[in-house]
Nanobody
Framework: QVQLVESGGGLVQPGGSLRLSCAAS????????MGWYRQAPGLQREMVAT???????NYLDSVKGRFTISRDKPKNTVYLQMSSLEPEDTAVYYC?????????WGQGTQVTVSS
């Protein structure tokens, strides 16, 4: 079992920044992928950014150059630094952990970009 707890969402003006955190606990495999997904009202959940256990990263095209995913391995925490936020980035952001045996999701944190 893996448990994920997100934090760091909130209301920010266009052009602003936020940092999301995802603290993981439980039994990890040596090979896994952690990432951030988001879901806006009426839309499907989409991948925003992922980082593998080997450090490889992947980003949604629309966030490249604005968002950065990073991890603190000793703390089992993954971060999403979001800059130059746009109203289109408004969504509930979810942390996800996946390995060969299971997929776990966090409870989600709301990010609202509005003036």
């Amino acid at each position: 079992q893996v448990q994920l707890v997100e934090s760091g969402g909130g209301l920010v003006q266009p052009g602003g920044s936020l940092r999301l955190s995802c603290a993981a606990s439980g039994n990890f495999d040596s090979i896994y992928v952690m990432g951030w997904y988001r879901q806006a009202p009426g839309l499907q959940r989409e991948m925003v950014a992922t980082v593998s256990s080997s450090g490889l990263t992947n980003y949604l095209d629309s966030v490249k150059g604005r968002f950065t995913i990073s991890r603190d391995k000793p703390k089992n925490t993954v971060y999403l630094q979001m800059s130059s936020l746009e109203p289109e980035d408004t969504a509930v952001y979810y942390c996800r952990y996946t390995n060969s045996r299971l997929t776990a999701w966090g409870q989600g944190t709301q990010v609202t970009v509005s003036s």
